[in-house]
Nanobody, 119 residues
Framework: VQLQASGGGLVQAGGSLRLSCAAS????????MGWFRQAPGKEREFVAA????????YYADSVKGRFAISRDNAKNTVYLQMNSLKPEDTAVYYC?????????????WGQGTLVTVSS
């Protein structure tokens, strides 16, 4: 599975962005998808995940109520709608895929897309 993330950019605090992650190379079927992020000087952290089987979603506490993950299996694409953005959301965002379920481990990673939130 090859993953291509896009949609990052510069936005003011309180604004919104939608990230996309397109999968190619093999069937998307059966794979849970996740978003992770890594801020400067910090370790990569989990943001959100969505299961294949029933579309169940999972979120880090820091983004609950502000971010929404969704997927379009026909387009082999997963999205991360980010609302009410905060400066602390600034990071490189990575999409990932796994056949193991939303809790991972995740085996396939995209190249990352930078999100910068200005105060």
């Amino acid at each position: 599975v090859q993953l291509q993330a896009s949609g990052g950019g510069l936005v003011q605090a309180g604004g919104s962005l939608r990230l996309s992650c397109a999968a190619s190379g093999r069937t998307f079927s059966g794979y849970a998808m996740g978003w992770f992020r890594q801020a400067p000087g910090k370790e990569r952290e989990f943001v959100a995940a969505i299961s294949w089987s029933d579309g169940s979603t999972y979120y880090a506490d820091s983004v609950k109520g502000r971010f929404a993950i969704s997927r379009d299996n026909a387009k082999n694409t997963v999205y991360l709608q980010m609302n009410s953005l905060k400066p602390e959301d600034t990071a490189v965002y990575y999409c990932a895929a796994t056949p193991e379920g939303p809790y991972g481990p995740y085996y396939y990673w995209g190249q990352g897309t930078l999100v910068t939130v200005s105060s």
